[in-house]
């Protein structure tokens, strides 16, 4: 079975630039979630979506950062502009929601801003 | 205080010793509890749920104590293939899907 699938695995861009991560979440995963890790802060949440509404946007840094889930199968995580403290690795994770909680991450993106 | 605290290591052990690693959270209203483990550069996965019994998976043993809120990760007969970060994971808030990550402890194996 296809786990969770993220593009691009590795992105670097220049500051000011737009960056845009992509999710496929496991079919049949009700639960989307995007974190962000870097050695500082850890694995941190950002947002989180249920069928594709978006639940909890409280970890969202700024308004830089944005978040959509068009369909069940896919979603985006834009930073505009980025700066180079956005520096880290992006994962995405997915959750089947049927009273389960454990959640199957993405293999990542890492993103460099210079 | 963090919702989920860890010792960070390094745990370095010779290959076939027993480690083990304990986590403590703060919301005693937390229902399910996990480890995952997460390898250099790559992403976290699902080691074992821990159940309010006990569980193992093979020489994993999982425990939760909810009157003092800590839960342990017995390791049993160390490979070099173990040497990794260990993340204690907790649901917090119940009202939340959200999950809640330790900082991870880092378990290195030697031959």
């Known amino acids: 079975d296809a786990g969770v699938i993220q593009s691009p695995r590795h992105e670097v861009t220049e500051m000011g630039q737009e960056v845009t991560l992509r999710c496929k979440p496991i079919?049949?995963?009700?639960?989307l979630f995007w974190y962000r890790q870097t050695m500082m802060r850890g694995l941190e949440l950002l947002i989180y979506f249920n069928n594709n509404v978006p639940i909890d946007d409280s970890g969202m840094p700024e308004d830089r950062f944005s978040a959509k889930m068009p369909n069940a199968s896919f979603s985006t995580l834009k930073i505009q502009p980025s700066e180079p403290r956005d520096s880290a690795v992006y994962f995405c994770a997915s959750s089947s929601g049927q009273g389960a909680y454990e959640q199957y991450f993405g293999p990542g993106t890492r993103l460099t801003v210079t | 205080r963090k919702e989920v605290e860890q010792d960070p290591g390094p745990f370095n052990v010779p290959e076939g010793a027993t480690v083990a690693f304990n986590c403590t959270y703060s919301?005693?209203?937390?229902?399910?509890f996990f480890w995952y483990r997460q390898d250099c550069r790559k992403e976290p996965k699902l080691l074992m749920s821990v159940y309010s019994s006990g569980n193992e998976d093979g020489r994993f043993t999982a425990q939760l104590n909810r009157a003092s809120q800590y839960i342990s990760l017995l390791i049993r007969d160390s490979k070099l293939s173990d040497s990794a970060t260990y993340l204690c994971v907790v649901n917090a808030d119940t009202g939340r899907r959200a999950l809640t990550f330790g900082s991870g402890t880092r378990l290195q194996v030697q031959p």
């Open positions: 079919s049949g995963h009700d639960y």
């Open positions: 919301n005693s209203a937390s229902q399910s």
